[in-house]
Protein backbone atom coordinates (compact mmCIF):
# COMPACT_ATOMS: atom_id res chain seq x y z
CA UNK A 1 0.00 0.00 0.00
CA UNK A 2 1.01 3.63 -0.89
CA UNK A 3 0.90 6.10 1.56
CA UNK A 4 1.92 9.56 0.87
CA UNK A 5 1.85 11.53 3.88
CA UNK A 6 4.44 14.26 2.30
CA UNK A 7 4.15 15.77 -0.89
CA UNK A 8 7.10 17.68 -1.20
CA UNK A 9 10.50 16.13 -0.53
CA UNK A 10 13.11 18.60 -1.61
CA UNK A 11 15.31 15.22 -2.78
CA UNK A 12 14.68 16.14 -7.11
CA UNK A 13 15.69 19.61 -6.48
CA UNK A 14 18.96 18.90 -8.12
CA UNK A 15 17.25 17.28 -11.63
CA UNK A 16 17.16 13.96 -10.52
CA UNK A 17 14.82 11.52 -9.40
CA UNK A 18 14.42 8.15 -7.34
CA UNK A 19 13.25 5.12 -9.56
CA UNK A 20 10.94 2.20 -7.90
CA UNK A 21 14.52 0.34 -7.26
CA UNK A 22 15.47 3.58 -5.70
CA UNK A 23 18.57 4.17 -8.21
CA UNK A 24 18.59 7.97 -8.98
CA UNK A 25 18.37 9.11 -12.26
CA UNK A 26 18.23 12.62 -13.87
CA UNK A 27 14.30 13.88 -14.23
CA UNK A 28 14.69 13.75 -18.04
CA UNK A 29 16.42 10.63 -18.54
CA UNK A 30 14.79 7.92 -21.24
CA UNK A 31 12.85 6.15 -18.60
CA UNK A 32 11.35 9.15 -16.44
CA UNK A 33 10.30 10.35 -19.76
CA UNK A 34 8.72 6.73 -20.86
CA UNK A 35 6.69 6.71 -17.70
CA UNK A 36 5.95 10.26 -17.44
CA UNK A 37 4.40 10.65 -20.76
CA UNK A 38 2.17 7.21 -19.92
CA UNK A 39 1.22 9.50 -16.93
CA UNK A 40 0.23 12.63 -18.92
CA UNK A 41 -1.81 10.17 -21.04
CA UNK A 42 -4.06 8.89 -18.05
CA UNK A 43 -4.64 12.48 -17.22
CA UNK A 44 -5.77 13.15 -20.85
CA UNK A 45 -8.01 10.04 -20.17
CA UNK A 46 -9.14 11.85 -16.99
CA UNK A 47 -10.04 15.04 -19.34
CA UNK A 48 -11.72 12.07 -21.96
CA UNK A 49 -13.95 10.53 -19.12
CA UNK A 50 -15.49 14.00 -18.34
CA UNK A 51 -17.79 13.12 -21.78
CA UNK A 52 -18.11 9.36 -21.56
CA UNK A 53 -20.59 7.64 -19.99
CA UNK A 54 -21.66 3.86 -19.51
CA UNK A 55 -19.40 1.16 -20.76
CA UNK A 56 -16.85 3.47 -22.93
CA UNK A 57 -16.72 5.31 -18.93
CA UNK A 58 -15.79 2.01 -17.54
CA UNK A 59 -13.13 0.86 -19.91
CA UNK A 60 -11.83 4.33 -19.81
CA UNK A 61 -11.08 3.56 -15.92
CA UNK A 62 -9.66 0.20 -16.85
CA UNK A 63 -6.89 2.07 -18.73
CA UNK A 64 -6.02 4.15 -16.19
CA UNK A 65 -5.86 2.03 -13.88
CA UNK A 66 -3.75 -0.49 -16.44
CA UNK A 67 -1.04 2.61 -16.89
CA UNK A 68 -0.41 2.96 -13.54
CA UNK A 69 0.57 -0.47 -13.40
CA UNK A 70 2.43 0.15 -16.65
CA UNK A 71 4.31 3.48 -14.92
CA UNK A 72 4.96 1.16 -12.12
CA UNK A 73 6.94 -1.32 -14.54
CA UNK A 74 8.27 1.26 -16.33
CA UNK A 75 10.22 2.98 -12.82
CA UNK A 76 11.58 -0.34 -11.85
CA UNK A 77 14.27 -1.54 -14.18
CA UNK A 78 14.30 -4.84 -15.42
CA UNK A 79 16.38 -7.16 -14.36
CA UNK A 80 14.89 -6.20 -10.38
CA UNK A 81 17.30 -7.80 -8.13
CA UNK A 82 15.71 -9.06 -4.41
CA UNK A 83 15.85 -6.59 -1.91
CA UNK A 84 15.42 -3.78 -3.99
CA UNK A 85 12.22 -2.58 -2.24
CA UNK A 86 10.23 -4.16 -0.14
CA UNK A 87 7.54 -5.34 -2.99
CA UNK A 88 7.75 -7.24 -5.89
CA UNK A 89 7.87 -5.51 -9.12
CA UNK A 90 4.49 -5.10 -11.11
CA UNK A 91 5.03 -5.73 -14.66
CA UNK A 92 2.64 -5.43 -17.08
CA UNK A 93 1.07 -8.75 -18.29
CA UNK A 94 -0.14 -10.27 -21.59
CA UNK A 95 -4.04 -10.39 -20.43
CA UNK A 96 -3.75 -6.80 -20.09
CA UNK A 97 -3.24 -6.31 -23.81
CA UNK A 98 -5.15 -9.31 -24.77
CA UNK A 99 -8.30 -7.44 -22.98
CA UNK A 100 -7.59 -4.06 -25.37
CA UNK A 101 -7.54 -6.55 -28.32
CA UNK A 102 -11.07 -8.22 -27.33
CA UNK A 103 -12.34 -4.84 -26.70
CA UNK A 104 -11.48 -3.63 -30.20
CA UNK A 105 -12.84 -6.69 -31.49
CA UNK A 106 -16.34 -6.05 -30.16
CA UNK A 107 -16.06 -2.04 -31.05
CA UNK A 108 -14.42 -2.86 -34.44
CA UNK A 109 -17.71 -4.98 -35.50
CA UNK A 110 -20.13 -2.13 -35.15
CA UNK A 111 -18.34 -0.08 -37.61
CA UNK A 112 -18.31 0.11 -41.32
CA UNK A 113 -15.08 -0.13 -43.07
CA UNK A 114 -12.85 3.23 -43.30
CA UNK A 115 -12.92 4.55 -47.20
CA UNK A 116 -10.78 7.47 -46.28
CA UNK A 117 -8.53 8.61 -43.38
CA UNK A 118 -10.24 10.48 -40.68
CA UNK A 119 -9.72 13.70 -39.31
CA UNK A 120 -9.57 14.09 -35.40
CA UNK A 121 -12.70 15.68 -34.15
CA UNK A 122 -16.71 14.89 -34.38
CA UNK A 123 -18.04 14.52 -30.62
CA UNK A 124 -16.41 16.17 -27.96
CA UNK A 125 -15.66 12.66 -26.64
CA UNK A 126 -13.92 11.83 -30.15
CA UNK A 127 -11.87 14.24 -29.96
CA UNK A 128 -10.61 13.73 -26.59
CA UNK A 129 -9.93 10.14 -27.46
CA UNK A 130 -8.12 11.17 -30.66
CA UNK A 131 -5.69 13.13 -28.01
CA UNK A 132 -5.76 10.11 -26.11
CA UNK A 133 -4.66 8.75 -29.69
CA UNK A 134 -1.43 10.41 -30.28
CA UNK A 135 -0.53 11.11 -27.01
CA UNK A 136 -0.57 7.27 -26.20
CA UNK A 137 1.40 7.14 -29.90
CA UNK A 138 4.28 8.72 -28.15
CA UNK A 139 4.39 6.79 -25.08
CA UNK A 140 4.80 4.21 -27.35
CA UNK A 141 7.66 5.89 -28.93
CA UNK A 142 9.18 6.91 -25.77
CA UNK A 143 8.92 3.42 -24.61
CA UNK A 144 10.54 1.59 -27.78
CA UNK A 145 13.63 4.41 -27.40
CA UNK A 146 13.99 3.07 -24.12
CA UNK A 147 14.00 -0.05 -24.88
CA UNK A 148 16.91 0.29 -27.53
CA UNK A 149 19.16 1.58 -24.81
CA UNK A 150 17.64 -0.30 -21.63
CA UNK A 151 15.62 -3.82 -20.87
CA UNK A 152 12.03 -2.61 -20.78
CA UNK A 153 8.98 -5.38 -20.50
CA UNK A 154 7.86 -6.21 -24.01
CA UNK A 155 4.17 -6.35 -22.66
CA UNK A 156 4.31 -2.58 -21.88
CA UNK A 157 4.81 -1.81 -25.43
CA UNK A 158 3.15 -4.29 -26.94
CA UNK A 159 0.07 -2.85 -24.59
CA UNK A 160 0.98 0.80 -25.27
CA UNK A 161 0.66 -0.30 -29.15
CA UNK A 162 -2.48 -1.79 -28.21
CA UNK A 163 -4.01 0.76 -26.41
CA UNK A 164 -3.61 3.44 -29.59
CA UNK A 165 -5.39 1.46 -31.68
CA UNK A 166 -8.32 0.95 -28.97
CA UNK A 167 -8.60 5.01 -28.59
CA UNK A 168 -9.11 5.52 -32.44
CA UNK A 169 -12.02 2.76 -33.13
CA UNK A 170 -13.79 4.44 -29.48
CA UNK A 171 -13.37 7.66 -30.90
CA UNK A 172 -15.68 6.13 -33.99
CA UNK A 173 -17.86 4.91 -31.83
CA UNK A 174 -18.13 8.03 -30.11
CA UNK A 175 -18.98 9.30 -33.13
CA UNK A 176 -21.96 7.71 -33.86
CA UNK A 177 -20.17 4.26 -34.88
CA UNK A 178 -18.38 6.24 -37.48
CA UNK A 179 -21.14 7.70 -38.99
CA UNK A 180 -20.02 11.22 -38.13
CA UNK A 181 -16.36 10.61 -38.56
CA UNK A 182 -14.62 13.93 -39.69
CA UNK A 183 -13.06 12.61 -43.17
CA UNK A 184 -10.23 13.56 -44.62
CA UNK A 185 -10.56 15.05 -48.43
CA UNK A 186 -7.03 14.80 -49.96
CA UNK A 187 -6.35 18.43 -51.70
CA UNK A 188 -9.28 19.81 -50.56
CA UNK A 189 -8.06 23.41 -50.18
CA UNK A 190 -5.75 23.64 -53.12
Known amino acids: MVVLNKIYTRTGDKGDTALGNGARVAKHSARVAAYGTSDELNSFIGVARL ?3 GETDA ?3 RIQNDLFDLGADMCRPEP ?4 EAEYAPLRMIEEQTTRLEQEIDVMNAKLT ?3 SFILPG ?3 LAAHLHVCRTVSRRAERKATELAEAEEVNEWAVKYLNRLSDWF ?3 ARIANDDG ?4 LWVPGANR
Open 51 to 53: AAT
Open 179 to 182: TSDV
Open 122 to 124: GSA
Open 168 to 170: FVA
Open 80 to 83: SKDG
Open 59 to 61: ALA
Open 113 to 115: PLR
